[in-house]
């Protein structure tokens, strides 16, 4: 089995396999070329060639144990028939889902078609991967996603859709229900079309009471990994609550899921006491660190491994590569993680 | 005793007493007219007259346990020299310190005269408060006045001062010790002048990984809260280190805080499971749930409510009252809390 897989099966494995959060993209001279051939960020994720080749990029440079497919939580309402666009340095826009409309302006019934090209970018991509190679595909989770189509954009606290989520709470979850249902067929089409893990990206979930992250997040990613256990029950689904803090006990227990994202904030040894024994830790180094490089890395990189030696452990960061990061930077984590 | 300061003793008190972060501000009309009386914000929290009404604002509406000291985290770089302003609806501005300029650049002797302002302000309002309202005074915590010093205003991920505690991890000691020497003066000088409680706002605690948030959060929490017990050892301090998760227990622990704030994604359970049993707890309403009202608002309030009780718990919510709130929800809350 691909050490990767071993790993989200719930075995150790020393040194840990690794992977990093947006380990294709800007912070590769090669990606910023790439991108210039797309007029926008969209057409980009939508156009197998440029996908297949993005999410190659960084496996020419660096020895990882997993390709991700290169795309966008955004592609998803895209693909619900929302605006999106990606205005450079701004972050995305979306068209702002509203009352009652909040269902209905979400189309499921073109989705899958739209959705057709990403999954022809996941099948070359998975022809072109060597055997110790595993694919992810991904998703957002449905809260997160719910978070950008309710404020039409990023938010420094999305209080538009917290307050939806108290005041309107049958609406809401009404929402959060249909971005289940297209999560799960947007996800298994993905594993239809060859990937052999997938993530769920809940970027947001940390800034919801324990109330509605019990319902919003645990409840809705509990629905997809069932789901998708029942049809294909050897693919492992990643979970990654960022800013769970003390939930992430609750979110590993109840959603079924094989492993765990943990954010950057989170200590590794006292975060994994939390999860169940057999349940896969990813993370968590701070992509400012990556950033920093040097001896700042080292001790931080050496500091996770230690924690997490003898438990099942994916390395990875704590969230995204960031643009800034020197390459070499990442060439020498690599290289530290294989020789621990 | 007052209630508030026998809870922050460590005696439960049943009803809990409350108030709540940004009790005073926007979402009051009779501040939004006080406010036009100042040229901007600054000059705003600089004027006793102006400065002391509207912290006395909100206990003409509603029978709050606290007053809390109308002003600004950011007051304290201004008084240390630094070029601070307020633009509507788009945050603080702040001449960014950078490299060596990072200590030079805080005028540590002008800054007590700077903030004289402010403790005739906490004079005037100790004065005008009946026995059983308490006064809190504050200060923003060392590390997140660092993230603003270094990145000229907000952030979404604060990556600047991140990056610069990993790759100059002396330069960035010395500010963060220039800083707790600079919050142990200004608080000081406020118990001095009449504040019974202070309060350390510690907002961007959690994007820290562990190793930082060790060093800079608890162990600047740390110095500062014995310094002051070592001068006003009645004097309880509240530590606020938002979206600290997981490492809550051991903040509490290791700083010798009297009370932790709990963020709004923190499960008030679980939490207070983590604290020594004689600190008390703070928290933590979601304010979205004060802008619904209604159900919600009472569902969660209780929720809280039954979780912290037979525990020292002073009622609060998890960040400040958004300036959405309708202040009829906010009299609702207090009736609530105080029927329980």
Redesign the interface.
Known sequence: MKPLLRVLAGEPCWPPPIWLMRQAGRYLPEYRSLRAQARDFIEFCMTPDLAVEATLQPLRRYDFDAAILFSDILILPWALGRNVSFVDGEGPALEALQGADAIGGLDMVAMPERVAPVLEAVRRIRAALDTRTTLIGFAGAPFTVACYLIEGG?S??F?AT??M???E?ELFARLIDRLVAATITYLAAQIEAGAEAVMLFDSWA????????RQHVVGATAQIVSSLKARFPTVPVVGFPR??????G?YAAATGVAAVGLD?????L??TS?LPERVAAQG??????L????T??E??AR?ILEALRGRPHVFNL??GV?P?TPPEHVAALVELVRAA
Request: charge should be negative; charged fraction near 15%; hydrophobic fraction near 50%.
């Open positions: 990023s420094s606290d209080a917290r307050r989520a108290h005041a709470p940390g800034i919801l009471p324990p109330y509605l992250f800013l769970a803090g003390l939930s992430i609750a950057t904030a989170a200590d590794p006292l975060a939390l968590n180094l701070d992509p400012t660190a950033v920093a490089g040097g700042a890395l001790r931080e500091a704590g969230h960031m800034a």
